[in-house]
């Protein structure tokens, strides 16, 4: 019983997400109303906040995922390959809570919290292009994972996304276009 109302717990966050997209936090209340639950079932059996809530989210949607790149080929051209090939398939089954996550302002942490772990794990993992750039790595390493981000967020906010089989060539081409590729200039 206590995973079906963790579940109709976050069920009803998302909901409330997707009826107020603009709203940047839901109280215990409202979110246990939607759930058609009391707010002492939260407090008592699961969450102290809305707080717990969102990190709840992001521990699910990220376990696999941490647990996938921590095998990960380091620092080969194949990294982004491995990316498409097992990571994506766990975003798409992820894909409703992303589309909210992406798409509203119900977890005003979510980009940050994505930025910071992945920014840490490229640096600790990947060697990167540091020639012909006058920024520090740092700053190469937010650049590299706020591109695979906004990627990743364009295809799962779609109303419909691609199947990760059909995406994975799209991501991988993505990945190798520079912005100046975007325009005729």
Known sequence: MANGTRERIITAFFRLAAKFPDKMSFSIAEIADE???????????????PEEIIDYIHT????????????????????????AEYIIPILYEKRTWLKYLYSTLADPVWRHFLTTKYRNWVLDNLELNLKDV??????????????????????????????????KH??????????SDYYKG
């Open 170 to 179: 799209t991501f991988l081409e993505l990945c190798e276009i520079s912005i």
């Open 35 to 49: 759930a058609g639950l009391s707010r002492q079932a939260i407090y008592k059996n699961h969450f102290n906040s």
């Open 60 to 83: 699910s949607v990220d376990r696999k995922i941490s647990n996938l790149l921590s095998d990960s080929p380091k620092n080969t051209e194949h990294s982004l390959h491995y990316f």
């Open 134 to 167: 006058k920024i520090s790595k740092m700053q190469v390493a937010t650049l590299f994972v706020n591109n695979i981000l906004s990627i990743i967020e364009i295809w799962i906010t779609e109303e419909i996304p691609a199947t990760p089989h059909d995406f």
